[in-house]
Nanobody
Framework: VQLQASGGGLVQPGGSLRLSCTAS????????MGWYRQTPGNQREFVAG??????IYENFVKGRFTISRDGAENSFHLQMDSLDVGDTTVYYC????????WGPGTQVTVSS
């Protein structure tokens, strides 16, 4: 399975973006997926995930971001609202199969 993240772009503070992670084939059988983002120190920090139907959010995005599968065969999404400049970075989607799979990342820039 290969993953492709999309939906990044430039948005003003307070604006919204919807990221999508699209897989090369059906991912319906997998239960663990989500999003990380890159930190200034080039580490990856957890943003949001789905684990066996339950959703998990890092504290700094609670109430602002929503992760969903929407019943799609091969994609899941991250709705990002009330964006601020601190959310500017590259976002990566992941899928847990027999190993951890990553997409190439999509740039989100929040700037006035």
């Amino acid at each position: 399975v290969q993953l492709q993240a999309s939906g990044g772009g430039l948005v003003q503070p307070g604006g919204s973006l919807r990221l999508s992670c699209t897989a090369s084939r059906s991912i319906r059988i997998y239960n663990t997926m989500g999003w990380y983002r890159q930190t200034p120190g080039n580490q990856r920090e957890f943003v949001a995930g789905i684990v066996s139907g339950s959703v998990i959010y890092e504290n700094f995005v609670k109430g602002r971001f929503t992760i969903s599968r929407d019943g799609a065969e091969n994609s899941f999404h991250l709705q990002m609202d009330s964006l601020d400049v601190g959310d500017t970075t590259v976002y990566y989607c992941y899928l847990a199969t027999d190993r951890m799979l990553w997409g190439p990342g999509t740039q989100v820039t929040v700037s006035s």
